[in-house]
């Protein structure tokens, strides 16, 4: 079946502007995961959805990234105001269920969204 | 503290031979699991092989198995017989049973396998 997409795949953009990222989970995830990858490092976790809400958002950066699950589905990443350090490749992963059976709530993840700030 | 050490930035090997790369790991949770991650270069990130943390056995998956050294917290990767097409950057994670769905990565290895 299709795995995790996301678009764009690359974005550029000016400082100061307003961006949206989208990732679409695989068909029946209920959990959704955003990371952000800095060149040259692991991905940072920056929030998780078990549904339509989020579970989890203790790794967003500050109050200028905000990201929403409306029909639990599709997510999408909202940075306002954008500054140079936020570019990255933004990655997105979905999981089963996202409770606690280890191996099979194995998190796949999208190719990601290459963000260039200018 | 760093959840997640990978101490390699970038490895060689030749094609065929084994290598192994290098996962050490910091949690006072009892449970966890140790995730093995190859990133090509299109960005993906392909899930490899699993440990938890209370399993009795190394993982293995195909050429992949995890070597786990619990009193030691590392958990190395041992890719047999590699490959051209194992070129990639290679990321080492864990979860923590109190915070099950945060993901905490290593800065990655990069393997670059010669003909």
């Known amino acids: 079946g299709a795995g995790v997409s996301q678009t764009p795949s690359n974005k550029v953009t000016e400082k100061g502007k307003y961006v949206e990222l989208r990732c679409d989970p695989i068909?029946?995830?209920?959990?959704l995961y955003w990371y952000r990858q800095s060149l040259g490092q692991g991905p940072e976790f920056l929030i998780y959805?078990?549904?339509?809400?989020?579970?989890?958002d203790s790794g967003l950066p500050n109050d200028r990234f905000f990201a929403v699950r409306p029909e639990g589905s599709v997510s999408t990443l909202k940075i306002q105001r954008t500054e140079r350090g936020d570019s990255a490749v933004y990655l997105c992963?979905?999981?089963?269920?996202?409770?606690?059976?280890?191996?099979?709530?194995?998190?796949?993840f999208g190719p990601g969204t290459r963000l260039t700030v200018l | 503290a760093q959840k997640i050490t990978q101490t390699q930035p970038g490895m060689f090997v030749q094609e065929k031979e084994a290598v192994t790369l290098d996962c050490t790991y910091d949690?006072?949770?009892?449970?966890?699991?140790l995730f093995w991650y190859k990133q090509p270069s299109s960005g993906e990130m392909i899930f490899l092989i699993y440990?938890?943390?209370?399993?009795?056995q190394n993982a293995t998956e195909g050429r992949y198995s995890l070597n786990f050294q619990k009193a030691r917290k590392s958990a190395n990767l041992v890719i047999s017989a590699s490959q051209l097409g194992d070129s990639a950057m290679y990321f080492c994670?864990?979860?923590?049973?109190?915070?099950?769905?945060?993901?905490?990565f290593g800065s990655g290895t990069k393997l670059n396998v010669k003909p």
């Open positions: 440990q938890g943390s209370y399993d009795q």
């Open positions: 994670a864990m979860r923590e049973g109190n915070n099950f769905n945060k993901f905490y």
């Open positions: 949690t006072s949770d009892p449970s966890y699991g």
């Open positions: 068909s029946g995830h209920t959990a």
């Open positions: 992963a979905s999981s089963l269920t996202g409770t606690p059976r280890w191996q099979t709530d194995t998190q796949y």
């Open positions: 959805f078990q549904g339509t809400g989020a579970a989890d």
